[in-house]
């Protein structure tokens, strides 16, 4: 199995970096399997004080790999959020790139977010006959319901000026070496922490986003299982590939 995702441990930090750049690190299952596993050893490594997920290429993370609908459990997402949002380490996200649809799941998990100028973030799944239900599970309690209700409905495309106005993100930069120094800066500070405190600190920010999600998670991954296997979907997802036009779009 091609390495999709790498793993590297410096100074108490693991560096988790989605290295499948040709299909714009897309969540496929290899992907999502190598993830699920950088986490757990993440989590047992007692010198591990906090985790930093980023990527490679322009993109972060497109969201899920369409070349294999149908094919997916969508149990493995929601399994894969809830494990970076009960990690008990912080979890630091580092973008420079396109974020969409699932890469939104990612995000809206992680503790910290800090994004540079060169991030855009889009969800557009509404355009392809589809909702963004699971990762919603995350997303929602980021942002307003003015926000959400704007980009879950119109698929625009947002900087990280706005992401940040939001609560998408922690922190828009203006350049990669701005998003390097927030990114030591916060890391430098966690390394302060003890595992005991920064675990229940975490705790504490997490616990009402659990509640909610154990709550509504088998229903929302239904809900998305159903959405997928339409033939409006179909559609939407055949249009997206082929860079047509899908039939319901209109000028």
């Known amino acids: 199995m091609p390495e999709l995702v790498r793993f590297d441990v410096d100074a108490g930090i693991a560096t988790i970096t989605l290295d499948s750049p040709d299909n714009r690190n897309a969540i496929s299952a290899a ?11 993440a989590r047992q490594d007692t010198a591990v004080r906090a985790v930093v997920l980023t990527h490679t290429g322009g993109t972060f993370c497109a969201g899920a790999d369409l070349s294999e609908a149908g094919k997916s459990r969508p149990e493995v997402m929601i399994d894969l959020m809830r494990m970076i949002l009960e990690l008990p380490k912080p979890v630091i996200g580092r973008v ?3 974020v969409r649809a699932g890469g939104f799941g990612f995000l809206g998990a992680c ?15 509404a355009r392809i006959g589809v909702a963004p239900s699971m990762i919603s599970l995350t997303v929602l309690p980021r942002l307003s319901s003015r926000a959400a209700s704007r980009y879950f409905l119109t698929g625009e495309k947002f900087g990280a000026d706005i992401a940040q106005d939001i609560g998408l993100i922690t922190t828009a930069v203006a350049d990669a070496a701005d998003l390097d120094s927030v990114v030591a800066g916060w890391c430098d500070n966690l390394r302060k922490g003890s ?4 675990a229940a600190s975490k705790a504490l920010t997490t616990a009402h986003v659990l509640r909610e999600f154990d709550r509504d998670a088998a229903r929302l991954a239904s809900e998305s299982a159903v959405l997928f296997a339409s033939d409006e979907a179909r559609e939407g997802m055949t249009a997206f590939l082929t860079r047509q036009p899908p039939p319901w779009a209109s000028e």
């Open 31 to 41: 992907l999502v399997e190598q993830l699920i596993a950088h986490l757990g050893s």
């Open 96 to 98: 420079d790139g396109h």
């Open 111 to 125: 503790d910290l977010v800090a994004a540079g100028a060169s991030s855009t973030f889009a969800l557009t799944e």
């Open 195 to 198: 595992p005991q405190g920064l």
